[in-house]
């Protein structure tokens, strides 16, 4: 429970004199009043203000909130603990198993992972199957938990998360099957679309702020749902590319959203997965001025969008890539795994590997 801290005249806080005199004719005259807002969004609604200035608002109005991370800052643990708890995380199966390989089991819990790629890669596809594929039974070796899809694009189609739901029930009951186990079969029957639907709790984000209020609001609403074990956020980039009024700000934003994030994940034991863009980064060119478009293509390459800053903020990194007509995944960083290759399909019933000997799709719990 978030303990509230001492009651404050809203005149008191060091806002913008306009912010405040419509916060007070909304009637908001305390930082007590303000403690049953839901979020940035209803208060702007409110008190007729930005959302930028929403949000300012519930952080001067709630510095409590700061409380918990710094407590959780000076607690030290040993090597010791931090191999125990290596150990115990848990992965999400992407149904690839090449591409499984070089994550070292699948998509690690605890942790922040994040795949950059180019339009049209597979990312979202990928996510929507991560959001099923947290949902595997544990008598198929699965979390048998439940995700959280925050849309910030508009990309998620619910067509097609039912066709790819439905690949996942029958590629469980065909399992099933071909092992003969009693367990499985009766696992696999038990599910049903819907119940796969219903454990996937989506969230349409339009804009930075209505972002940053999502990431904020995650931990009470893990609290209410502890059943999630994975955060899918596609794209995390999109609206910090699109509105860049004021660098210094959105730096701000984007690393006090990665570091709730990162809480998040080792408080939670849940896999945040980060669905990132990639944009060109232009290099010198040495100053030659022949080759033409040959070397204007030698001069440039394609990079993760954000920058280096916030490269940091994911644990492990996964560029997704075209290789001809192939898909392609390279972990580019991790703190546990070689840096690898693995190619993956995405087909009508989702992404899967490709066994180069038989052509056969990976086996999901075997």
Known sequence: MEVLGPRLDVVGLPLNPTVRHKLQCAGFRTTADLAGVAGPVEL??????THEEALAVLQLAAPQRVAPAAAAAS?????????????????????????DGILGGGVETGAITEFCGVPGVGKTQLGMQLALDVQLPATFLGLGGAAVYIDTEGSFMLERCCQMADAFLAHLAKVAAAKGDAAKAAAAAALTRDQLLASIHYFRIRDHVEQLAAVEMLPAFLAQHPSVKLVVIDSVTFHFRQETGDLAARTRQLAQMAQQLMQLAGQRDVAVVLMNQV??????????????DAAEEAASRLVPALGDSWAHAATSRVILHWQGSSRHAFIYKSPTQPAAGAQYRVTKEGVRGVDKRSGKRARAGG
């Open 279 to 292: 944009t060109t980064k232009l290099a010198p060119s040495g100053g030659s001025s022949s080759g033409g």
């Open 44 to 49: 702007a609604t409110e008190a007729q203000l």
């Open 75 to 99: 607690h030290a643990v040993s090597a010791r603990q931090l191999y125990a708890r290596e150990q115990a995380a848990r992965r999400i199966i992407t149904f690839a198993a090449e591409l």
